[in-house]
């Protein structure tokens, strides 16, 4: 699954999504995105998802996901590849 979204990750698409979400991301609770802060979870990411997970998205980063191929969303993060497929793979969730 990996190799599917790195060719499909367009780094100018993933820019224009975080500033779409910036807005929604400073209407989140402070104390959400305070405790989501603390993670190692990428800033970015959190932009993106927090509005609409909250924070399941703590769980979710830890959870296989078969769109991940069985993989957990933290497994994608522990390589710059890996990271831009889960990128890839966010803009494909829908919303």
Known sequence: MRETY???????????MVQIYQERYDQ?????????AKSKI????QIVLLPD???????WMVRKIPALG???PSDYLKSEEG???LKAAILRMPR
């Open 42 to 45: 990428p800033k970015e990411l």
């Open 83 to 85: 990271t831009k497929a």
């Open 28 to 36: 989140v609770d402070l104390v959400i995105r305070a405790k989501v």
């Open 70 to 72: 069985h993989e957990t």
């Open 53 to 59: 997970m909250g924070e399941y998205l703590l769980t």
């Open 6 to 16: 790195l060719k499909e990750f367009k780094p100018e698409s993933w820019a224009n």
